[in-house]
């Protein structure tokens, strides 16, 4: 089970960290986050192999979203800095076990938590 939180409004440019708990051993999953707009698809944001491995990031993100996972603690956050209004979307995190070759696609992803909205003022 999975269960994220920290989302909220802010203004354009301000940052905001998502956390999501997993209430069982995530270490051998792929953890990923999406995000759906209102009116839109589904969207992969970010996803982590495994702990110190390769990370994946969206192109609309990367260089301002950062994933921090921590199988200790059974927790992936994502910071999110320099948000802009086209990031407004309710945040989903998700744990599968897809090939790298999948790993954006939110079909290989079978726990999925709750979404928490993320709303960016401009």
């Known amino acids: 089970q999975l269960r994220a939180s920290g989302g909220g409004l802010v203004q354009a440019g301000a940052s905001l960290r998502l956390s999501c708990a997993a209430s069982?051993?995530?270490?051998?999953?792929?953890m990923a986050w999406f995000r759906q707009a209102p009116g839109k698809e589904r969207e992969f944001v970010a996803a982590?192999?495994?702990?110190?491995?390769?990370?994946f990031y969206a192109d609309s993100v990367k260089g301002r979203f950062t994933i921090f996972r921590d199988n200790a603690e059974n927790t992936f956050d994502l910071q999110m800095n320099s948000l802009k209004p086209e990031d407004t979307a309710v945040y989903y995190c998700?744990?599968?076990?897809?090939?790298?070759?999948?790993?954006?696609?939110?079909?290989?992803?079978?726990?999925w938590g709750q979404g928490t909205l993320v709303t960016v003022s401009s």
């Open positions: 998700a744990a599968g076990r897809p090939i790298t070759s999948a790993i954006r696609s939110r079909e290989m992803y079978y726990y």
């Open positions: 069982g051993r995530s270490s051998s999953y792929v």
């Open positions: 982590n192999k495994w702990s110190g491995s390769t990370t």
